[in-house]
């Protein structure tokens, strides 16, 4: 069972970025768990609910379904990256892949789990509303002009998703 938790949420004014206190960990597998950057990778995990995705920490920011789910907090796009591919299989499941990413463009696999569409959905989409609720009183410039838009698009698509799965396996 996939469990996604983010507490602690924060804006840092100075760098423009939404920092918290990230938990991912499938079964027994804890894959990420520390503070982390949560906006600059959101756009690319709420995408990766709908699409397969396989990351590039070095793309440029319009190529934002691209980027590690969670980065370091510190600013520095070159510190640590939790990256991830998304594979999305038959039987409506996930494959979720993480990835030690190289300079060169290749990864490494690090482990792979393999999760119910549906709850992988739902875990990522609740992330998404948590930021929009988050953010929006905040005099908030993300380094993606775009991310709140992205978002807020990404967010309906999934809801939508989420209602054509259940309807389905009625």
Request: charged fraction near 25%.
């Amino acid at each position: 069972m996939l469990d996604v938790s983010i507490k602690g949420w924060s804006h840092d004014k100075d760098l423009q970025i939404i920092q918290a206190d990230v938990l991912m960990a499938v079964d027994d597998s804890v894959l990420v768990e520390e503070p982390l950057c949560v906006d600059v990778g959101l756009p690319a995990f709420l995408y990766s609910a709908l699409h397969d995705t396989t990351p590039n920490r070095f793309a440029p920011p319009d190529q934002w379904e691209r980027m590690p789910f969670f980065v370091c907090g510190c600013g520095d796009p070159e510190c640590r990256g939790f990256s991830f591919v998304v594979n999305h299989q038959a039987e409506q499941q996930v494959e979720l892949i993480a990835v030690e990413e190289r300079t060169d463009g290749t990864y490494r696999e690090l482990e792979a789990h393999i999760i119910p569409s549906i709850d992988y959905r739902k875990q990522v989409v609740a992330i998404g509303e948590t930021y929009l609720q988050f953010i929006k009183n905040l005099d908030y410039r993300p380094y993606l002009a775009d991310t709140v838009k992205v978002v807020e698009d990404l967010v309906h698509q999934i809801h939508q998703q989420i209602r054509s799965d259940l309807d389905g396996s009625s």
